[in-house]
């Protein structure tokens, strides 16, 4: 079996960025205990990782009196960024400097007298905070309905989540502009996420079937999925080496392996050496179950060596 893995698989430099910030704080007695406003990555195994480090995930800042808050890469609105700040918690932010700048040209234009149609995942908190900068001038979009269905004039600007497709929010812009001639467009959708994209395209060529590592709740991973299956790959959205079918890849001859942006590397090489160790199975007898046995022997001693990446 031939497996490929693309150039920029795993952390991006904004999740690494805060996810760096978070170890910083939690390794200085004087910063405890180490909050994150919200999962710092939308990760299952980041999130162990980091509790294990003594850094936990909040929902809210309801009994915390003390420590340290770091507001996590998606940001947060100019509300919330308020009330915590009365919180009497020290407060860190993290923000991805991609997401930080997207936030400020959305005040910019709001300043000029622009509505603002965010093009994204209304749930997500990264269009949740971009929303905040643009109050109740603002709207989100997903789909070319959702834009037609839009009754808003004078001047109008159309920005991106920074992880959306590239492709839809090309076609988002053209429809936006045939319904508002004068709309301004100004692509915001990081250069991280864009590169992904297009490595997706180009493995999707190469490979027999597709391989996304990446939490089920992340958006970019998400978006990398659709991504590949719309370019008629068969394509898995994996978590973790557990998830892996042993017989559905033992039926592809070569499989091209990306992850989001908030995937860890050694959560990326588990899956790559599983899939490595599976072409033993090929020839190996199937005697009295014998095979499956080995794999499950493999998932029970863990990952542990793998998890160099994030000490």
Known sequence: MQIKLTKTAGFCWGVKRAIDIALKLARQDNQ?????YGPLAHNPQVIKFLEEKGIKAIKNIEGISS???IIRSHGISPQEQKKLEKSGLKIVDATCPRVKAVQLTIGKHIDEGYHII??????HPEVIALLGFAGEKGDVVISAREVNELHVSGKICLVAQTTQSEAEFEAISKIAKKKFPDIKIINTICDSARIRQEEIKNLA???DAIIIVGGKDSGNTKVLVKIARSANAPTFHLAGKKEIDPLKMLKYRSIGVAA???TPDWVI???VNK???LDSLQTAPAVNGS??????????????????GLK
């Open 32 to 36: 405890k205990p180490v909050y994150t």
């Open 67 to 69: 420590g340290t808050l």
């Open 205 to 207: 060529q190469s490979v």
């Open 260 to 262: 989001g942006a908030s």
């Open 291 to 308: 095979a499956t046995k080995t794999l499950r022997h493999e998932e029970k001693n863990g990952s542990a060596q793998s998890r160099q």
């Open 269 to 271: 090489k588990d899956i």
């Open 118 to 123: 965010i093009m994204g995942d209304k749930k």
């Open 275 to 277: 899939l490595s160790s």
